[in-house]
């Protein structure tokens, strides 16, 4: 607990995200329960506990629409499962939490209320005032590492969504549509989608 003489004003600018935040002693990297309660988004990385400030409006509309987008697509098929609400995931020793993702059901197996220990076929990010392409960039390179089949980085201010795979990437704007996927199938969608709430 701070105290107030240990409180410190500092402009957003002076600052870069994420933020390293002090370890809690009791801390389980992969018990939700042990986590401490903060106003914001927390990924363990690294061997350091990761602190993003809460999203603006333009991430949290353009989250809601993708997360939208995949969930709608999963209505008759009960194979799949999404994630969203920051999707957390226990990769390799480290956890952290999507946007939103996409399992196959078989994989994860039965509900535990802990993060996920298996990698999603999707996993999506979207940028905002903390996190831009070059931030998520690293994120899917860092999903690519630990099995992710796919990473969607969803670009609001270009109203674009940069499509990474292992053995390349792909771009695409307003009027074009995300390329199959061939362990999704039927998921491809209209970029357009992405943005209704913004647009």
């Known amino acids: 607990m701070l105290r107030e003489e240990d409180h410190v004003d500092?402009?957003?600018?002076?600052?870069?995200?994420?933020?390293?935040?002090?370890?809690?002693?009791?801390?389980?990297?992969?018990?939700?329960?042990?986590?401490?309660?903060?106003n914001g988004r927390l990924e363990y990385v690294g061997g350091k506990l990761l602190f993003m400030p809460p999203c603006a409006d333009t991430q949290q509309y353009v989250a809601a629409d993708a997360s939208f987008v995949l969930r709608a697509w999963t209505e008759g098929r009960d194979d799949f499962l999404v994630g969203t609400n920051e999707a957390g995931m226990r990769l390799g020793g480290e956890?952290?939490?999507?946007?939103?993702?996409v399992w196959r059901r078989a994989d994860v197996g039965s509900v535990t209320g802990r993060f996920q220990r298996v990698p999603p076929l999707l996993a999506v990010e979207v940028a905002g005032q903390d996190e831009?392409?070059?931030?998520?960039?690293?994120k899917a390179s860092w999903y690519l590492e630990h099995g992710v089949r796919v990473v969607w980085l969803v670009l609001p201010d270009v109203r674009e969504v940069v499509v990474v795979r292992p053995d390349g990437e792909s771009r695409h704007?307003?009027?074009?549509?995300?390329?199959?996927?061939?362990?999704?199938p039927g998921l491809e969608?209209?970029?357009?989608?992405?943005f209704k709430q913004i647009v």
């Open 10 to 38: 500092l402009p957003r600018s002076a600052v870069r995200f994420p933020l390293e935040l002090v370890t809690p002693a009791g801390l389980d990297p992969d018990d939700p329960a042990t986590w401490p309660s903060v």
């Open 95 to 101: 956890t952290r939490g999507a946007d939103a993702a």
């Open 132 to 138: 831009g392409e070059t931030e998520l960039r690293i």
């Open 173 to 184: 704007g307003l009027g074009g549509r995300l390329p199959a996927i061939d362990e999704l």
């Open 189 to 194: 969608p209209p970029v357009d989608r992405f």
